[in-house]
């Protein structure tokens, strides 16, 4: 049962925690138990079709009634997992506290996550001890880490509750759900990046194979503008920019932090067009880019000339690097991570 304040990410985090438990093995059943916001069971049930699980609600049942019919539902059909998404209310009352004892009582959940909004900082706090004294919580998610805030409150909301941290909601797509670790979290706070999860999200996005002959291309100093792209691709799977950036650690994740996400996103996104503009034979042969195709360049890019000169400089220099971090061993590349 997922229990939390209207705003802070339930719909979504029971979208995303169907998609995880799916993927380890289980057979996962939604229940949409919000009668009370418009479209919540929509959501629900568009979120439930994305994470390939089925939805159970039915309208004008109260939530109790709600949860245990779809209790049974779930035993019947041989589900092994029922995740209940419950209504919030603006602020703490007891006639949500009671509605959410009266759905507990009916369903018996082995699990009561509390789903917080990280933005809302040492604002939560009071939240999380209304939830605690009200109703049996087992854990924690703390929803939009992707936000400004660092996540120290949720260290703050851990200790008030006394119930452990389960996952981080870390964006608004399914798989931005990732298990709580709390070397990984300190490391964001201080600023020091998070590589394992860096790790995790390439694994997820890249192929191994062709990640291995890729890298191989781009230390041998030997890749294309096509290559180029295809990286920048499956880079783009991988999330939001800022967020991957904020990763990385060292001099290389600081120098990423300074610039503004949207600046980031925004430069990525005209590189992509500049590269989607030109032909196969171009990019695998940039050699060959005259002042008359770099203007039709520009043109179908909806760029300028001096962005497709820029780009061009950019990668012999990029490819320039690689060659010389091949030729010296590698030797250099650690100043890039501090």
Known sequence: MLVGLQGAGKTTTAGKLAQIMRARGERVMLAAGDPYRPAAAQQL???????GVPVFWEEDLKPEKLAAKALKQAEKGG?????IDTAGRSQLDDLLMNELSAVAKNTNPVE??????AMLGQEALP??????DTISLTGLIIAKMDGDARGGAAISIRSV????????GTGEKLDALESYDPARLSSRILGMGDMIGLIEKAEAAFDAEDAEMQASKLMS?????????????????????GQIMDMLPGQMGQAARDIPPDEMENQLKRTEAILSSMTVQERRNPDILNASRRRRIAAGSGNQVQDVNRLMKQFRETRKLFKTL??????????LFG
């Open 45 to 51: 049930q568009a979120l439930g079709e994305r994470a």
């Open 79 to 83: 589900y092994t997992l029922l995740i």
């Open 112 to 117: 009561t996550l509390l789903v917080v909004d």
């Open 127 to 132: 939240i999380a001890q209304g939830f605690r």
């Open 161 to 168: 509750t006394g119930v452990p941290i389960k996952f981080l």
């Open 221 to 241: 100093g030997e890749f294309t503008m096509e290559d180029w792209m295809d990286q920048m691709r499956q880079v783009r799977k991988m999330g939001p920019l």
């Open 326 to 335: 091949q030729k010296s061993g590698g030797r250099g590349l650690s100043r």
